[in-house]
């Protein structure tokens, strides 16, 4: 996707969020320990993505916001991570939600696959919801997944074009340390014998994870990936 494609999907007049999944605690999606929110739904589509299951906007638990914002501030976290999906295609709700968090003194990190050229014209064009996500987010990734620019070196994106943006003072000297962060994957077993999946992995070093987790090799749950 180029800087010139289309913006954030405008707003359906939809008050809540479409959330594909809520993890309660993890160390695999941003900086320290955090909440993260899946939502449901992405107008993107990048070729290659692990979560093609999160394009369609059918589907998802409608949650509202304040709810959100209480889920994510009970799990005792030091912030929210938005991905998806594609949170700027529900950039009002989630404004509120971020806003919320950012109100009790947690950070928003939010994964996008829009540039931040898409994001500025929007705003530029008048729409006060992406400006309002832009507002409470602390920590931005921005840009779409490039399956033919696979990032191997920094945690928590998936293609080299894809960009920290850091929109205020939460994280001093994070650019400098994102060079030498390793990754993390994250597998998780409930009691059923379902395994969840979240983080960063090539899919040979996946696939040979989740060998050795069981036998015979489970199905994954979901494999996050941003795209």
């Known amino acids: 996707m180029s800087d ?3 913006g954030p999907r405008p707003p359906v007049g939809v008050e809540t969020v479409a959330v594909a999944r809520f993890l309660a605690a993890t160390r695999a999606e941003g900086p320290g320990e955090r909440t993260a929110v899946w939502v449901q739904g992405c107008a993107i589509r990048c070729p290659g993505c692990f979560n093609p299951h999160l394009w369609s906007f059918r589907g998802g638990d409608r949650v509202a916001p304040a709810d959100l914002v209480r889920r994510a501030l009970d799990a005792g976290t030091e912030g929210l991570t938005l991905l998806g999906g594609e949170p700027f295609d529900q950039a009002a709700p989630l404004a509120a ?3 919320g968090v950012r109100a009790a003194g947690r950070s928003v990190m939010t994964f996008t696959g829009y540039t931040r050229a898409q994001l500025h014209r929007a ?3 008048g729409r006060d919801d992406v400006a309002a996500l832009l507002a409470a987010t602390d920590l931005l990734v921005a840009g779409p997944f490039l399956a033919d620019r696979i990032d191997s ?3 928590w994106v998936g293609s080299t074009n894809q960009e920290f943006v850091l929109l205020g003072d939460r ?3 994070l650019l400098d340390e994102v060079s030498h ?5 994250e597998v998780t077993v409930d009691a059923a014998g379902r395994i969840a999946v979240n983080g ?4 040979d070093a996946l696939d040979e994870l989740l060998a050795s987790v069981t036998s015979p090799r489970p199905r994954p749950a979901g494999v996050p990936r941003r795209g």
């Open 4 to 6: 010139e494609g289309p």
């Open 97 to 99: 939600v971020a806003a």
């Open 123 to 125: 705003v530029d064009a």
């Open 153 to 155: 070196r920094r945690p």
């Open 171 to 173: 994280f001093p000297g």
């Open 181 to 185: 962060s390793p990754d993390r994957v």
């Open 200 to 203: 960063w992995a090539e899919v």
